[in-house]
């Protein structure tokens, strides 16, 4: 970039000497994209990057949007139009950790990536309910039990479980039990 300009070689005899003149354009992949702070939920993330960067005297050809989930080998880079400086990704796993950077490509080369931002999704309700078993143990008692729902359904930070009972589908008994795990 700082080579870019106008060029002139000189030849020299003992008649005379000449000269040609050119003008220089140095052609280079993009510089980096600037990501801005993207706004998370639980399953998506929404992104806007500045596109007053240097285009490497090339035009841009496209945009690639990339996402890591922390703990995972799980990388996904989305092509996005060249025109737009926006997009949205979904699907993303509630409760989960991703780090997130833009490049730009033009036809010289991809750019080096943009400040990335590594942020966690908002909690969400769990996927499903606990699996349970529901035993009488006598025609007065009911022993109620469940297995824990793992981390990845919970989509969250399990804050307790509720009972509810009643005769004839007539649920008008609840029993909050508080959760003692993590």
């Known amino acids: 970039q700082d ?16 000269s040609t003149t050119t003008d220089m354009i140095v052609v280079e992949p ?8 993207p706004i998370l939920s639980s399953r998506n993330a929404s992104f806007h990057w500045n ?16 996402s890591v989930q922390q703990g995972t080998k799980v990388k996904h880079s989305i092509p996005v ?10 699907n993303l796993q509630p409760f989960s950790n991703y780090t997130f950077y833009v490049t730009a490509m033009n036809g010289q080369g991809n750019s080096s990536a943009s400040r990335n931002f590594t942020l966690p999704t ?5 996927d499903a309910g606990p699996n349970f078993t529901a035993v009488a143990v006598s025609s007065t008692a009911i022993n109620i039990s469940w297995v824990e729902i793992d981390r990845e359904h919970a989509n969250g930070i399990v ?9 004839n589908n007539d649920d008008t008994v609840r029993e909050e039990v508080n959760h003692t795990g993590e």
């Open 3 to 18: 080579d870019n300009g106008t060029y002139r070689c000189f030849v020299k005899n003992k008649a005379s000497n000449a």
């Open 122 to 126: 908002l909690q969400d309700t769990p």
């Open 159 to 167: 804050l307790g479980y509720e009972v509810i009972y009643g005769m």
């Open 51 to 66: 596109s007053s960067f240097f285009d490497g005297n090339d035009p841009i050809r496209k945009f690639f949007l990339h």
């Open 30 to 37: 993009p510089t980096a994209p600037m990501l801005e702070q």
């Open 81 to 90: 139009d060249k025109t737009s400086n926006h997009h949205t990704i979904s």
